[in-house]
């Protein structure tokens, strides 16, 4: 019987020795309830399963309350046309938008390149008042998400990052995990940036350990998340563990959401969205729903 702790949880942990800091996630009845809301094929299903699990990592660097994670891959002239997902307070929500025919017409499981074709990933992180919002922008490279990610914070944010993602469908259910560790040395702030120190023994020693994590491990949803740190990290170092955070399943469109952003919209372009029937439909990418503004709720 799997345990529901290990499952559709994030565990923040760090290994105070070696001035690291880190996530492991495990997502099981979430994911399948966000790519439920599309009959994604095999291929874009493990994708945005990828996608998912890596931004409720992200998401669980943020400490503010109402902070969220976007992060979105644009592309150009690739399988791929638009892959979004955001994470905010445990809610977790995905959608990915491609071209069917240019999927069926490759012969094998493509790469980062014939998927996303020149692509960029961007990973924007709002935050309260006033810190507002701070955007990385990066190339689409590597052999998959993660690596494109794990390259995100070397190039924009000059911190040592690992990043392990697996996504298990074995049994007819999606499960995905992921662990991330990042090496944050003390008085980094204010000083040289940290691509010059990477080859640092702290951080080798961390970064060889994480490694050495398996896909089965990960995905295993009988296995503890302090288990897999303890497998991992505990022979030579102390790992703190610092706070579990829940995940849902949070597509935040609903009617009065709806109405209000319409109402922004001027009167004569208001008056081009509306239906023969005087009504306004919007559909949700994210959740695969249609809400129907009626014209007497428009002239409220």
């Not at 295993?220 to 849902?248: A, H, M, N, P, Y």
């Amino acid at each position: 019987m799997t345990d529901s702790a290990t499952t559709d949880n994030i565990l923040s942990f760090a290994i105070p020795a070696k001035n690291c800091r880190g996530r492991v996630v495990r997502l099981g009845p979430v994911l399948d309830d966000i790519l439920a809301a599309h009959a994604y094929p095999p291929m874009i299903r493990h994708l945005l399963a990828e996608a998912v699990c890596l931004t409720a990592m992200l998401g669980a660097l943020l400490k503010d309350e109402g902070a969220q994670l976007t992060l979105q891959a644009q592309t150009e002239a690739g399988i791929v046309n638009l892959l979004a997902c955001d994470y905010k307070d445990g809610a977790l929500r995905g959608y990915v938008d491609f071209d069917h025919e240019r999927l069926a017409a490759q012969p094998v499981e493509p790469s980062l390149m014939p998927l996303f074709g020149k692509g960029y990933l961007a990973i924007t992180f709002d935050l309260p008042a006033p810190r507002g919002r701070n955007q990385g922008i990066v190339p689409l490279e590597g052999g998959s998400l993660a690596e494109a990610v794990q390259a995100y914070f070397f190039q924009s944010e000059q911190i040592p990052t690992l990043i392990r993602v697996a996504i298990d469908e074995s049994d007819g259910r999606i499960s995905a995990g992921g662990l991330l560790v990042q090496h944050l040395p003390e008085g980094e702030e204010g000083r040289e940036r940290l691509h010059v120190q990477l080859d640092h023994p702290e951080w080798e020693h961390v970064e060889v350990m994480g490694s050495s994590i398996t896909a089965e491990e990960l995905t295993d949803t009988d296995l503890q998340l302090e288990e897999i740190l303890w497998r991992l990290f505990s022979e030579s170092d102390e790992v703190r563990l610092l706070s579990g955070k829940s995940c849902i399943k949070g597509c935040r469109c609903n009617e009065d959401h709806i109405r209000d952003v319409i109402a922004r919209f001027p009167k004569e372009d208001k008056g081009d969205m509306v239906d023969d029937d005087g009504n306004i439909a919007i559909d949700c990418a994210f959740c695969s729903k249609t809400f129907v503004i009626t014209g007497a709720s428009l002239n409220n």
